[in-house]
């Protein structure tokens, strides 16, 4: 007995031994392939000192001076074109892949610490490290430093989502300004953002990080986005391109999409933001499209996007996108983030054997270069690590009042002469201030309803307050909050609070007003579920009743404010609360912002992006997502083969996604298929009224101009967003019922005043995608031009005739 346990002691310890060398081996792997390469690089290449019309680029030891050289005298095609002409070969396959992800993970010797990516520097020219951070709701770099104490905030602005909801082009623009400021003033040469995916399906994770289930608004509010951004000298890398609907296996799922449901919806939004702002990148996506990865893709990338399109920038892989690092480079894609060892030698290799060619070389370093060129770090600018903070959270708070959606109002908002406001549900005091993964902001601080409702001069119940702490206390460690990748692999989400009825009769009597707050987070890395997440749980069904029904028998008014990144199920409940606030997630001062709505200083304007439906499987694209919210898996994710599945092998909606619901995604879909909602797209109350007259439709050289008359019928000052739709009556092909074409925010029209105002639409624009001679088509014959504030509440529309 003694001889078999000395044996199996001796049989453990080798084993551990063996762990313990295979994580060595692991380890060695990682950071040699993915990780910090540079070195390899920097030993291997003599830098000699280069002066070239007085300007120094290198020191006697090789070192990178700040006064990088600029020619002035000469365009921007000029100088790519000289400095193109001295590379080597070797020099131009380094520049196409970043340097590894060691930045991002705190290491190395980085100017800008959690800057996720770069474009490497060629030292022998001048050329600097551009860096290259997340994200699409401000900038996420590490708030730490080594050896410095101060902390280096960011300002978390309003998830896309909630932008797209104000549908106010202007607000976007100055967003993007500020974002764009930030980033200058942090060293960041392009932020990688905005996103600007359909929101194919309520339950994807990164819906929060979108604008919209539909392609003009998406495009509108993306290009504005990108304008204000790149005003300030900083570029701007949109992504997904694209069909990237889902997190559940993003970096293997097949997207099978008909060709025009891609034109037509996925393809869209992406083709009005290249015409509306070129922006200087493009970020393709992980997943397939009909079988080819999206980064290997020459239809998408050089057919469609460059001579289709006319995109002048470049175009980088997501990170760790693609498999075949010499097929993207041919493809059209130019940059491969975050760079590896393995694409580095794939590339000499295929350069070598002549499989890829040095026209492909230097056509994806001629638009790195490009970009290199643009960049302020090329103009020597001076960044000081300090942006105006106070200056952003300003146009934060604004802009989140903004897209804030009024869904129901029965004369209790805003609330006048009430002081104390009882809080209940936990995110009334924890709220949420944006989504995690590459969204996600280290900001210096999130106000939450609590502390908004107090800068605004109300009292918070004490009961109800008390009984919060005392649910945190009781379950201290849900509180914790996750971070990093745990994040976004478990959102936080903290247990709910139940009432009991002596509970609320307290709370009832000291209270004027109850204001319940649902919360929802998700992000980067997994799909959301049905149940308890877009349905509402048990508990919390039961809060909503218990709360609504006590304060009901006092003769007393509860809200209902939603801080939540996507859509969740409202109708089985929406009869019971007297008012319902979509907050959305609005930023670090989403607490002020909703105080603002709540209190009347600011009257509410914001629009749906998207439908609320009445149950999740009336979406025609439910049988064909994911639904189980499988998590991201990191390691598969890195070491996986791409090689595809034998068929018999594959599994639906994670190998491969059947797009089967066509171009019938949000509105057009419950539209056409005449489906009850709970809320339409572009659905919004105020606490005004507006009156729609004078409409007037003419079509002139090509395009059809519209005028409309909007007064503020109300008594309070107030924004409208008009929508401009057109439909096609008797119709020979399958098309939606209505579409949106335009839309605009009016100024802030005080009670009584009007204004005109005008809009045009190409007639081209009217045209479907036909499949049949794979260009688009224009059906001619009687237009109808609808005017409304939803995609069901048409005020106006007037016919006109297309004749081809």
Same mark, same amino acid.
């Given at each position: 007995?003694?001889?078999?346990?000395?044996?199996?002691?001796?049989?453990?310890?080798?084993?551990?031994?063996?762990?313990?060398?295979?994580?060595?081996?692991?380890?060695?792997?990682? &950071?040699?392939?993915?990780?910090?390469?540079?070195?390899?690089?920097?030993?291997?290449?003599?830098?000699?000192?280069?002066?070239?019309?007085?300007?120094?680029?290198?020191?006697?030891?090789?070192?990178?001076?700040?006064?990088?050289?600029e020619? &002035?005298?000469?365009?921007?095609?000029?100088?790519?074109?000289?400095?193109?002409?001295?590379?080597?070969?070797?020099?131009?396959?380094?520049?196409?892949?970043?340097?590894?992800?060691?930045?991002?993970?705190?290491?190395?010797?980085?100017a800008?610490?959690g800057?996720?990516?770069?474009?490497?520097?060629?030292?022998?020219?001048?050329?600097?490290?551009?860096?290259?951070?997340?994200?699409p709701?401000?900038?996420?770099?590490?708030?730490?430093?080594?050896?410095?104490?101060?902390?280096?905030?960011?300002t978390?602005?309003?998830?896309?989502?909630?932008?797209?909801?104000?549908?106010?082009?202007?607000?976007?623009?100055?967003?993007?300004?500020?974002?764009?400021?930030?980033?200058?003033?942090?060293?960041?040469?392009?932020i990688?953002?905005?996103?600007?995916?359909?929101?194919?399906?309520?339950?994807?994770g990164?819906?929060?990080?979108?604008?919209s289930?539909?392609?003009?608004?998406?495009?509108?509010?993306?290009a504005?986005?990108?304008?204000?951004?790149?005003?300030?000298?900083?570029?701007?890398?949109?992504?997904?391109f694209?069909?990237?609907?889902?997190?559940?296996?993003?970096?293997?799922?097949?997207? =099978?999409?008909?060709?025009?449901?891609?034109?037509?919806?996925?393809?869209?939004?992406?083709?009005?933001?290249?015409?509306?702002?070129?922006?200087?990148? $493009?970020?393709?996506?992980?997943?397939?499209?009909?079988?080819? +990865?999206?980064?290997?893709?020459?239809?998408?990338?050089?057919?469609?996007?460059?001579?289709?399109?006319?995109?002048e920038?470049?175009?980088?892989?997501?990170?760790?996108?693609?498999?075949?690092?010499?097929?993207?480079?041919?493809?059209?894609?130019?940059?491969?983030?975050?760079?590896?060892k393995?694409?580095?030698?794939?590339?000499?290799?295929?350069?070598e054997?002549?499989?890829?060619?040095?026209?492909? $070389?230097n056509?994806?370093?001629?638009? $790195?270069?490009?970009?290199?060129?643009?960049?302020?770090?090329?103009?020597?600018? #001076? +960044?000081?690590?300090?942006?105006?903070?106070?200056?952003?959270?300003?146009?934060t708070?604004q802009s989140?009042?903004?897209?804030?959606?009024?869904?129901?109002n029965?004369?209790?908002?805003?609330?006048?002469?009430?002081e104390?406001?009882?809080?209940?549900?936990?995110?009334?005091?924890?709220?949420?201030?944006?989504?995690?993964?590459s969204?996600d902001?280290?900001?210096?601080?999130?106000?939450?309803?609590?502390?908004?409702?107090?800068?605004?001069?109300?009292?918070?119940?004490?009961k109800?307050?008390?009984?919060? *702490?005392?649910?945190?206390?009781?379950?201290?460690?849900?509180?914790?909050?996750?971070?990093?990748?745990?994040?976004?692999?478990?959102?936080?989400?903290?247990?709910?609070?139940?009432?009991?009825k002596?509970?609320?009769?307290?709370?009832?009597?000291?209270?004027?007003?109850?204001?319940?707050?649902?919360?929802?987070?998700?992000?980067?890395g997994?799909?959301?579920?049905?149940?308890?997440?877009?349905?509402?749980?048990?508990?919390?069904? #039961?809060?909503?009743?218990?709360?609504?029904?006590?304060?009901?028998?006092?003769?007393?008014?509860?809200?209902?404010?939603?801080?939540?990144?996507?859509?969740?199920?409202?109708?089985?409940?929406?009869?019971?609360?007297?008012?319902?606030?979509?907050a959305?997630?609005?930023?670090?001062?989403?607490?002020?912002?909703?105080?603002? =709505?709540?209190?009347?200083?600011?009257?509410?304007?914001?629009?749906?992006?998207?439908?609320?439906?009445?149950?999740?499987?009336?979406?025609?694209? &439910?049988?064909?997502?994911?639904?189980?919210? *499988?998590?991201?898996?990191?390691?598969?994710?890195?070491?996986?083969?791409?090689?595809? #599945?034998? *068929?018999d092998?594959?599994?639906?909606?994670?190998?491969?996604?059947?797009y089967?619901?066509g171009?019938?995604?949000?509105?057009?879909?419950?539209?056409?298929? *005449?489906?009850?909602?709970?809320?339409?797209?572009?659905?919004?109350?105020?606490?005004?009224?507006?009156?729609?007259?004078?409409?007037?439709?003419? =079509?002139?050289?090509?395009? $059809?101009?519209?005028?409309?008359? =909007?007064?503020?019928?109300?008594?309070?000052?107030?924004?409208?967003?008009?929508?401009?739709?057109?439909?096609?009556?008797?119709?020979?092909?399958?098309?939606?019922? #209505?579409?949106?074409?335009?839309?605009?925010?009016?100024?802030?029209?005080n009670?009584?005043?009007?204004?005109?105002? &005008?809009?045009?639409?190409?007639?081209?624009?009217?045209?479907?995608?036909?499949?049949?001679?794979?260009?688009?088509?224009?059906?001619?014959?009687?237009?109808?031009?609808?005017?409304?504030?939803?995609?069901?509440?048409?005020?106006?529309?007037?016919?006109?005739?297309?004749?081809?």
């Amino acid at each position: 007995m003694k001889k078999a346990v000395r044996v199996s002691l001796k049989a453990i310890g080798i084993l551990i031994l063996l762990l313990i060398l295979l994580a060595l081996v692991g380890w060695w792997y990682v &950071n040699s392939t993915f990780l910090n390469f540079e070195k390899d690089y920097a030993e291997k290449t003599v830098f000699n000192e280069l002066t070239i019309d007085g300007h120094t680029f290198l020191d006697r030891n090789g070192n990178e001076k700040l006064d990088i050289y600029e020619d &002035n005298r000469k365009s921007t095609d000029e100088r790519v074109a000289d400095a193109l002409s001295q590379m080597t070969l070797e020099e131009k396959i380094h520049l196409l892949k970043g340097s590894g992800i060691n930045s991002a993970l705190g290491r190395g010797d980085t100017a800008v610490p959690g800057a996720v990516g770069t474009i490497v520097p060629t030292p022998r020219l001048g050329l600097p490290t551009i860096y290259l951070s997340d994200g699409p709701a401000g900038l996420r770099i590490a708030p730490k430093r080594e050896g410095e104490e101060r902390t280096y905030y960011c300002t978390a602005f309003p998830i896309g989502t909630l932008l797209s909801s104000t549908w106010n082009t202007d607000l976007v623009n100055q967003v993007g300004t500020a974002m764009g400021t930030e980033a200058k003033e942090y060293g960041i040469d392009v932020i990688l953002g905005p996103g600007a995916n359909i929101h194919r399906h309520p339950l994807c994770g990164r819906n929060f990080e979108y604008y919209s289930e539909d392609p003009v608004l998406t495009g509108f509010i993306g290009a504005a986005m990108i304008n204000g951004i790149e005003s300030q000298g900083i570029g701007t890398a949109v992504k997904h391109f694209v069909a990237n609907n889902q997190e559940t296996d993003r970096n293997f799922n097949n997207a =099978i999409v008909s060709d025009r449901a891609m034109r037509e919806i996925y393809l869209k939004g992406f083709e009005i933001i290249v015409n509306k702002s070129q922006p200087w990148t $493009i970020m393709s996506s992980y997943n397939k499209i009909n079988g080819t +990865y999206v980064p290997e893709s020459k239809d998408l990338l050089t057919d469609i996007l460059r001579d289709n399109w006319k995109f002048e920038g470049l175009v980088m892989t997501d990170w760790f996108g693609g498999d075949d690092a010499a097929a993207m480079i041919a493809a059209g894609n130019d940059l491969l983030e975050p760079g590896t060892k393995k694409q580095w030698k794939a590339l000499e290799e295929a350069a070598e054997e002549g499989t890829l060619s040095e026209t492909a $070389i230097n056509t994806a370093t001629r638009r $790195i270069l490009k970009l290199v060129m643009q960049s302020k770090k090329m103009q020597n600018y #001076k +960044y000081v690590n300090n942006p105006d903070l106070d200056a952003h959270a300003k146009i934060t708070r604004q802009s989140a009042a903004e897209g804030m959606v009024l869904l129901k109002n029965e004369q209790v908002l805003p609330i006048a002469n009430a002081e104390n406001i009882a809080l209940l549900g936990v995110t009334s005091y924890d709220f949420i201030a944006g989504g995690t993964g590459s969204g996600d902001v280290n900001e210096a601080y999130t106000i939450s309803l609590e502390q908004g409702l107090e800068n605004a001069g109300y009292t918070i119940n004490k009961k109800a307050k008390d009984l919060f *702490e005392s649910h945190k206390a009781t379950n201290e460690e849900a509180f914790v909050k996750p971070e990093g990748l745990d994040a976004m692999t478990n959102p936080y989400f903290p247990p709910r609070m139940a009432y009991s009825k002596e509970d609320l009769a307290d709370i009832v009597k000291s209270a004027d007003v109850g204001i319940i707050t649902i919360g929802r987070n998700s992000g980067e890395g997994g799909d959301r579920v049905e149940k308890d997440d877009f349905l509402l749980s048990d508990t919390e069904q #039961k809060m909503i009743s218990d709360v609504c029904s006590a304060f009901r028998e006092a003769g007393k008014k509860v809200v209902v404010v939603m801080n939540v990144g996507g859509v969740i199920e409202t109708a089985s409940w929406k009869a019971q609360p007297n008012a319902i606030l979509l907050a959305w997630q609005g930023g670090q001062e989403g607490g002020n912002s909703v105080a603002d =709505i709540l209190s009347g200083k600011v009257n509410p304007s914001g629009k749906l992006p998207m439908t609320f439906p009445v149950n999740l499987n009336d979406h025609a694209s &439910n049988a064909n997502f994911p639904l189980d919210g *499988e998590p991201i898996d990191f390691i598969k994710m890195l070491t996986a083969s791409k090689e595809e #599945k034998p *068929e018999d092998e594959q599994i639906k909606n994670k190998d491969y996604t059947n797009y089967e619901e066509g171009i019938y995604v949000g509105y057009r879909h419950f539209d056409k298929a *005449e489906l009850k909602v709970s809320y339409p797209f572009g659905y919004g109350l105020s606490y005004t009224n507006f009156n729609y007259s004078d409409l007037n439709v003419q =079509i002139e050289n090509d395009t $059809i101009s519209i005028s409309v008359n =909007i007064t503020n019928s109300g008594d309070l000052a107030g924004k409208e967003v008009v929508q401009v739709y057109t439909s096609k009556p008797n119709a020979t092909i399958d098309r939606p019922v #209505k579409e949106l074409r335009t839309f605009t925010k009016t100024k802030n029209l005080n009670a009584g005043e009007s204004i005109n105002l &005008n809009f045009q639409i190409p007639v081209l624009e009217l045209s479907y995608w036909s499949e049949t001679t794979s260009k688009w088509e224009l059906e001619k014959g009687i237009y109808r031009i609808q005017v409304g504030t939803s995609s069901r509440a048409i005020k106006l529309s007037e016919d006109v005739e297309i004749i081809i």
